[in-house]
């Protein structure tokens, strides 16, 4: 009964330190998705996967960000050289295909602090 | 450019009466428009949609109200409880009418009092 399991729950880096984010999607499925919660604000889509594929990567910052989604274990969200503006929360979701309805399963998130 | 908005932070309705959210939209191509839920620490969950060629759609308690002219959304939950507390977001499908990626209002932080 696993639904999307992201990990670490809460992680803490100082400036200029790597960030690691990892997503198992639920059980059958196949299309990861990323989105970013910046404070006070509403979740903003950064980047949707399928296995060993990037498919948009639209809302990805240009620089230091980049996401993987290997043929075997998790999706990962790697943020290189991290600053303080990279403080936020960062969901994971996933469907079993293309979302068509818009309805993602999300995982409980990922709050990163940067100091 | 914020094309989902959700302009009120936060409401509180006492328990049992009726609870409207509202959400304003500026891309009339949207297809769909879909309500989540979220508790503290939590991932948010799927609430409710509603086709852009309804007005109107219900579930239990949840009714989702779309006047396409006014571009405007609601969500109405009656009768509200206690456990209806939560962040609620509307959403609709990205900018480019992909699927793929849904563009979140802010959020409304609904309190209901016992």
């Known amino acids: 009964n696993a639904g999307v399991m992201q990990n670490p729950r809460h992680l803490v880096r100082r400036r200029g330190q790597e960030a690691r984010l990892r997503c198992s999607p639920m059980?059958?499925?196949?299309?990861v998705y990323w989105y970013r919660q910046l404070p006070e604000e509403g979740l903003k889509f950064m980047v949707y996967?399928?296995?060993?594929?990037?498919?948009?990567e639209s809302g990805m910052p240009k620089e230091r960000f980049s996401a993987e989604f290997p043929k075997e274990g998790p999706s990962i969200l790697r943020i290189q050289q991290v600053v303080r503006g990279d403080s936020a929360a960062y969901f994971c979701?996933?469907?079993?295909?293309?979302?068509?309805?818009?309805?993602?399963?999300f995982g409980e998130g990922s709050r990163l602090t940067v100091l | 450019d914020q094309q989902v908005k959700q302009n009120s932070p936060s409401l509180s309705v006492q328990e049992g009466r009726i609870s409207i959210l509202n959400c304003d939209y500026t891309?009339?191509?949207?297809?769909?428009f879909l309500w989540y839920k979220k508790y503290p620490a939590e991932g948010p969950t799927f609430l409710i949609s509603?086709?852009?060629?309804?007005d109107k759609n219900e579930d239990g308690r949840f009714t989702v109200f779309l006047n396409k002219s006014a571009k405007h959304l609601s969500l109405h939950i009656v009768p509200s409880q206690p456990g209806d507390s939560a962040v609620y977001f509307c959403?609709?499908?990205?900018?480019?009418?992909?699927?793929?990626?849904?563009?979140f209002g802010s959020g409304t932080q609904l309190t209901v009092l016992p």
């Open positions: 996967l399928q296995k060993e594929n990037i498919i948009d």
């Open positions: 959403a609709a499908p990205g900018s480019s009418g992909s699927a793929r990626q849904l563009t």
């Open positions: 059980k059958g499925h196949s299309h």
């Open positions: 509603i086709s852009s060629i309804k």
């Open positions: 979701a996933s469907s079993a295909g293309p979302s068509n309805t818009g309805e993602l399963f």
């Open positions: 891309n009339s191509m949207f297809d769909y």
